[in-house]
């Protein structure tokens, strides 16, 4: 309660919340405890609506992805499970990040694919010589597979 009390009077500066890392590894019982009476002090002493505004600075986002993962879906849901279970679901924006995950995992998808397109594009203009290095590659890797089968044989 008293870090709550002294980040609500701003005699701690919020960034200190950064250290608090909620996801199903770092946490222990004494964390979760520790961070659900953290937020209750806040929301009581700010209310809803000024601890949402504070914690959607965009200033302030990098200090706050370690309380909010946005890294992987079962670190995503276990800090939604967490801010339901103690009644604070409405301070944070994970459930409409979840929703929109997959648009967000094609558009990812689809830049990658873009840059590697882009790479492939530019090494076909690289002239004979990369079309030749490629053909020996091919050829000496299908000459390799078929000493192997004739190996294979022998043995058989």
Aim: glycine content about 4%; cysteine-free; aromatic content about 8%.
């Amino acid at each position: 309660m008293l870090f709550g009390q002294l980040l609500s009077t701003g005699a701690l500066p919020w960034h200190v919340l950064a250290y608090i890392r909620l996801n199903v590894e770092d946490t222990t019982s004494s964390s979760r405890i520790f961070t659900k009476t953290l937020f209750l002090k806040l929301s009581d002493d700010l209310g809803i609506k000024e601890l949402n505004e504070r914690l959607q600075d965009p200033t302030m986002q990098e200090s706050f992805e370690s309380i909010f993962p946005k890294d992987n879906l079962k670190n995503i849901r276990f800090a939604i499970n967490f801010f339901t279970e103690i009644s604070l679901a409405g301070i944070t924006n994970l459930r409409e990040y979840l929703k929109n995950m997959p648009r967000l995992i094609l558009q990812k998808q689809k830049k990658v694919l873009e840059s590697e397109s882009g790479l492939s594009s530019g090494s076909d203009n690289s002239g004979p010589e990369s079309d030749s290095e490629s053909d020996s590659s091919s050829s000496s890797s299908s000459d390799e597979s078929n000493r192997e089968k004739r190996k294979r044989r022998r043995r058989s």
